[in-house]
Nanobody, 124 residues
Framework: QVQLVESGGGLVQAGGSLRLSCAAS????????MGWFRQAPGNEREFVAR????????LYADSVKGRFTISRDNAKNTVYLQMNSLKPEDTAVYYC?????????????????WGQGTQVTVSS
């Protein structure tokens, strides 16, 4: 089992940056692909980015491509989401998640473990 705890959210002005962290418990962190999702009020949870087991492969939603970077440090059991050039429409609760599934894993139901979420608010 994996427990995930996100941190790093907050209030930032448009154009600013934030770095989210997600610390995982357990010694099997490197056996999971990791993803970031977000959910704004009234919206469904949406895919943001995911990273492969050793970090060699990443995938991003079109809405964040070129602005967000996902990375991981398996020695620290941590996955990161660097968010630059933030926009008001990036405002949401951000969740990290772990999956043991194969395939594209773009849907929330393909992920096995979830953190509690961290709020990101971008003011205009």
């Amino acid at each position: 089992q994996v427990q995930l705890v996100e941190s790093g959210g907050g209030l930032v002005q448009a154009g600013g940056s934030l770095r989210l962290s997600c610390a995982a418990s357990g010694r099997t962190f490197s056996s999971y692909r990791m993803g970031w999702f977000r959910q704004a009020p009234g919206n469904e949870r949406e895919f943001v980015a995911r990273i492969s087991w050793r970090g060699g492969s990443t995938l991003y939603a079109d809405s964040v491509k070129g602005r967000f970077t996902i990375s991981r440090d398996n020695a620290k059991n941590t996955v990161y989401l660097q968010m630059n050039s933030l926009k008001p429409e990036d405002t949401a609760v951000y969740y990290c998640a772990a999956t043991g599934s194969t395939g594209w894993v773009l849907r929330p139901d393909e992920y096995d473990y979830w953190g509690q979420g961290t709020q990101v608010t971008v003011s205009s």
